[in-house]
């Protein structure tokens, strides 16, 4: 009996996937554009990315994603770049990020994705690295140099794990490309607000309405916009357009140029009403 009873239990769990989904909706039924926030974890190091995190949360962060350091990372800007070096110069581990990640899922009430790139995974073992997420609390990845159709064993393996893969659509995506990635994708999807790298200047304008109108179009999952976001105003104007906006580099740059401390006025700036 305690068999079947324990049985029973572990199937009617929601998985991690279903728990992102369910608490973006809750949230959303609460504030009109979620903030989501990314982190590159040992940067400078782990105890200042605990502090950070923890402010994070406690000034109203939705969700975040925990970026494992790399040293190619392709779709990143000078200022995520260069903190990847660091970390990794200062010896950040995959390992540590997960014990890292297992530390900030128990202690904090939000969900926690993982950004990387697929190297790591590979170095890994594909499975092996989404068994492990999914056993430190991770409820999602972000992998934008891993395309669905190379990602054969990472989806499979995501799907047993009940995780959520993250993909990224493109204002160069035709329509037919943003529902292909929509299929494979879960939780949410990240919309890139331009061509490029993270960390530039972003011209937040009504021109980005046709391309957000295509996204909209090709999924039901929530949108995420991200590359370029860094004040209040650029908040201001997503409000309604998306229903999370992601800030990354500009964080990197609060606390490069006033300290750990000063991220905790930036992140209430931009909640802000």
Known sequence: MLTTASTTLETTMPSPAEQLR???RARREQKELLLMTHIVLGYPNFDDSLCVVESMVKDGVDLMELQI???EPMADGPVILRANAQALAAGATT???MRFAERVSAEFDIPFLFM???NILFATGVEQFVRTMAEVGIQGAIIPDLPPEEGGEYLSAMKTQGLA???IFTPSSSPERLRELAQH????VYCVARKGVTGKDTAFSSDLDAYLARCRESTDLPLALGFGVKSKEDMDFLRGRVDIAVVGSETIRVMEQRGVGAVSAF???LNAR
Do not use: N, W
């Open 22 to 24: 369910e608490t973006l």
């Open 69 to 71: 350091p790399f040293s």
């Open 95 to 97: 390992e540590q990020c």
């Open 116 to 118: 990387t790139y697929y």
């Open 165 to 167: 893969p993250v993909h």
């Open 185 to 188: 994708s879960d939780g949410l």
């Open 267 to 269: 992140i209430e700036g």
